[in-house]
C-alpha cells in the first residue's frame, strides 16, 4: 500500500508516455511540447530534457519526411517510459522508408546525432514500417 499524498501536493507524474499523431511536418511541434512537458514533471535537468527532446523530434522529423514519401501520410507513436533508472523513447512509424530524394552534403546527419545524444539507439526497419529506441541513463541518487 502506497502513502497517500499530502493535501495540496501535485500528484507524481505518469512512468510513461504515449501519443499517436499524423506523420505531418506542421504537427510535430505538439507531439514535441507534450514530450517535454512530460519530462518536465518527471524532475529530469534541463540539459537531460533538452538531448531527450532534441534526439526524439529528430526520430519524429525523420519519420514523417522517410516513412510516407509520395503517399498519404500514416501515423507516428512516441512512447516513453521511465523505468528502474533507464529513460527509453520509441518512435514508431508505420510506412516504408525512403531515402533522400535529393542528398547535397548537408543531410543526413539525423542519426548521428540521435547517436551523440542517447546513451544507447537502435533503429528497426521492418515491412511495416521504422521503430527507433533511445535509451538513456538517469541519475537515480
Do not use: C
Not at 512530460?38 to 527532446?53: M, N, P
Not at 507513436?77 to 518512435?91: F, I, M, P, W, Y
Amino acid at each position: 500500500m502506497t502513502d497517500p499524498l499530502p493535501p495540496g501536493a501535485p500528484p507524481a507524474p505518469p512512468a510513461s508516455f504515449h501519443r499517436r499523431t499524423p506523420a505531418i511536418a506542421g504537427r510535430l511541434p505538439d507531439l514535441r511540447e507534450a514530450l517535454t512537458e512530460w519530462l518536465r514533471a518527471l524532475g529530469l535537468s534541463e540539459e537531460r530534457q533538452e538531448d531527450i527532446v532534441l534526439a526524439g523530434y529528430e526520430a519524429m522529423a525523420n519519420s514523417a519526411e522517410h516513412a510516407y514519401r509520395d503517399r498519404e501520410p500514416g501515423s507516428i507513436d512516441v512512447r516513453a517510459e521511465a523505468l528502474s533508472g533507464r529513460l527509453t523513447v520509441t518512435v514508431t512509424d508505420y510506412g516504408t522508408w525512403q531515402p533522400p530524394a535529393e542528398t547535397n552534403g548537408l543531410r543526413g546527419r539525423g542519426l548521428l546525432l540521435i547517436d551523440s545524444l542517447a546513451d544507447q539507439s537502435a533503429k528497426v526497419h521492418r515491412e511495416d514500417g521504422t521503430t527507433v529506441t533511445m535509451t538513456w541513463l538517469l541519475d537515480v541518487s
